[in-house]
């Protein structure tokens, strides 16, 4: 079944960007970025911006802008049955448009990864057509643990430290 990615979240003048794979089937269904209710991505960003992490998601959305960051996903659209990035097929990627998305959003420093798919499908199918543009020279990236609750070889606090550098890499 192909799938399709959401709009990403973000204002003209974000200065990060956290990219994930491609949404789960949760958060398909309820049209947000990690609906899952086991998925760590809200409450992280909750403790890191201080804000409460059960406001309904326009208002977590809004804190995320209003602190200059910016979400999204590597891939446009997918072949994937369920919610795994295992069960993506490779043949069916296709990745959003970063050219366009960087040419409208200049102030974007950091590019962080919600974990290594949406890293490596980044670096193998997006960044040789970004090394052309003259912000792909100064773009830092990191990867980050993965917020998926698939992801659970790290505690909820030593992912909370990695992903600090969101707010403290400038």
């Known amino acids: ?13 974000a200065t990060r960007l956290i990219l994930g794979s491609m949404p789960g089937v949760a ?8 609906a899952h209710p086991r998925n760590a991505f809200w409450p992280i960003m909750a403790q890191l911006l ?3 992490g059960a406001l309904p998601y326009a208002s977590r959305v ?15 659209s997918c072949e994937r049955v ?7 097929a490779p043949a069916s990627i296709v990745a959003n448009d970063f050219a366009q998305f960087f040419a409208q959003h ?10 290594s798919l949406a890293e490596a ?11 052309l543009l003259p912000q792909e020279q100064t773009l830092q990236y990191a990867r980050l643990p993965s917020s998926s609750p ?21």
């Open 82 to 88: 369920g919610s795994l990035d295992a069960a993506i």
């Open 121 to 131: 499908t980044f670096k193998r199918t997006v960044l040789p057509q970004l090394n």
């Open 50 to 52: 201080r804000f409460d």
């Open 27 to 34: 958060s398909l269904q309820a049209q947000q970025y990690y």
């Open 62 to 76: 809004a804190a995320l802008q209003t602190a200059g960051i910016a979400v999204w996903d590597v891939l446009q």
């Open 1 to 13: 079944m192909t799938i399709h990615a959401f709009p990403p979240i973000s204002t003209p003048t």
């Open 106 to 115: 200049p102030q974007i420093t950091h590019v962080f990864f919600n974990g």
């Open 150 to 170: 698939a992801h659970a070889a790290l505690s909820a606090d030593a992912k909370l430290a990695q992903w600090r550098q969101v707010i403290t890499d400038s």
